[in-house]
């Protein structure tokens, strides 16, 4: 039966957004707390559970499409869990870097104590868990708070960015250091968009309507 397709993707899609913010968790805290094992944990061992989970997805995804030729509400379902699977993977791919980011900086002073990047990290995993979870209960007023918190990681990237300026401008020796925090800093605001296009796909599951850059702004002003 349809329903229980539907029900078994779910149950796929949550494992791999599992799998996917545990990387986005131990990659940032390799960094913060100096943990070599942490970084090589999600280089080596989650990534491929990821990428096993994408291709696992999309193919049950594409055959329940085949199958069962699923109509409006259902149909829309299974199109943004196909789009769903290829952002998860990229919130892999960005757990990735920044854990490549980590074995570079981790045997290094820090530059300045970690203050914002845990509470960007924090804010953009709150947003991917939320979107998993609006997802799930198609919740289409979860998915749209989502897209305007994206705004908060937005300001929380720039503020990082601003202050490692001026430690570089103020101590050249931190350069090389700096400029890989700011890498780590954009990754993760990579990942927070990630969980903004997934509470998009959740408002046009559950509305059909499309909602990607802003459209939600221009709607509520009519």
């Not at 349809?2 to 913010?21: F, G, H, N, P, Q």
């Not at 829309?76 to 869990?81: D, Q, T």
């Not at 002073?109 to 947003?127: C, F, G, H, N």
């Not at 708070?145 to 937005?154: G, L, N």
């Amino acid at each position: 039966m349809l329903e229980d397709r539907l029900k078994e993707l779910t149950e796929k899609i949550l494992k791999m957004s599992s799998i996917a913010e545990e990387m986005v968790k131990l990659s940032v805290r390799a960094i913060v707390e100096k943990r070599m094992d942490w970084a090589e944990k999600v280089i080596n061992e989650l990534e491929p559970q990821v990428n096993e989970l994408e291709i696992e997805i999309d193919d049950f995804a594409i055959e329940t499409l085949a199958l069962y030729a699923p109509q409006a509400k259902n149909l829309r379902k299974v199109a943004m869990i196909i789009k769903m699977v290829k952002d998860l993977e990229r919130v892999g791919d960005l757990s990735v870097n920044i854990a490549e980011f980590g074995r570079e900086l981790i045997p290094q002073p820090d530059v300045k104590p970690y203050i914002d990047l845990p509470r960007m990290t924090e804010t953009a995993l709150q947003m991917l868990d939320d979107a998993i979870t609006a997802f799930v209960n198609e919740d289409s007023k979860l998915g749209r708070e989502i897209c305007i918190r994206d705004d908060i990681v937005d300001q929380l990237n720039d503020q990082i960015i601003r202050e490692l300026i001026t430690y570089m401008l103020s101590d050249p020796r931190t350069i090389n250091r700096a400029i890989l925090i700011i890498r780590v800093s954009e990754n993760v605001e990579r990942i927070a968009d990630q969980a903004t296009n997934i509470g998009e796909y959740v408002v046009y599951i559950g509305e059909g309507k499309v909602i990607k850059h802003h459209h939600f702004e221009k709607e509520e002003n009519n």
